[in-house]
T-cell receptor, first 113, second 111 residues
């Protein structure tokens, strides 16, 4: 099994729908992150959490929310999806012992039509 | 916010050639990292650099942490087809303990 698992891998949804992307990890890491990747724009940080009771906004948090249900689980929600949220979404984990070496999931490709 | 600059956006090389990629910033970073993303997968850490001037190798890959702490480069020697992918640089400034990523360079290797 993968260390960082994202579900679903692919999703097509309609404008205005609420959608949740899930991330779970078996690394035992405290820190979890959600990134968005668009062609030519690199990886943009949406939200991050340094432990279960900690939630922080990243560069592009508008239109998104997160929930850290447990140390191993961090979900990203789009409350009302819009077409420009069509992108590849990555979850990542780290902790102080990894010296910033993040472990990424395989990504969720989201299309909003 | 902080930005890391990677250019060009795409590079095309012949199999067997060496290639060098730079990453620059107007801000100082205390840690530099290089990641590679294969098609359909998440980025994977290639090399991490923790000290100014540090030169580190990982097989055919060599990376250096610039003396000014505002740049880093990654060299790939004797390229092979599986080197195809997107190469990201990333930096940590120590103040917020989060990575800042460059926009990535897409590398294509012609057989």
């Amino acid at each position: 099994d993968a260390d960082v698992t994202q579900t679903p891998r692919n999703r097509i949804t309609k404008t205005g729908k609420r959608i949740m992307l899930e991330c779970s990890q078996t690394k035992g890491h405290d820190r979890m992150y959600w990134y968005r990747q668009d062609p030519g724009l690199g990886l943009q940080l949406i939200y991050y959490s340094f432990d279960v009771k900690d939630i922080n906004k990243g560069e592009i948090s508008d239109g998104y929310s997160v929930s850290r249900q447990a140390q191993a689980k961090f979900s990203l929600s789009l409350e009302s999806a819009i077409p420009n949220q069509t992108a590849l979404y990555f979850c990542a984990t780290s902790d102080l012992n990894t010296n910033y070496g993040y472990t990424f999931g395989s990504g969720t490709r989201l299309t909003v039509v | 916010g902080q930005q890391l600059n990677q250019s060009p956006q795409s590079m095309f090389i012949q199999e067997g050639e060496d290639v060098s990629m730079n990453c620059t910033s107007s801000s100082i970073f205390n840690t530099w990292l290089w990641y590679k993303q294969d098609p359909g997968e998440g980025p994977v850490l290639l090399i991490a650099l923790y000290k100014a001037g540090e030169l580190t190798s990982n097989g055919r890959l060599t990376a250096q942490f610039g003396i000014t702490r505002k740049d880093s480069f990654l060299n790939i020697s004797a390229s092979i087809p599986s080197d195809v992918g997107i190469y990201f640089c990333a930096g940590v400034d120590g103040a917020n303990s989060k990575l800042t990523f460059g926009k990535g360079i897409t590398l294509s290797v012609r057989p």
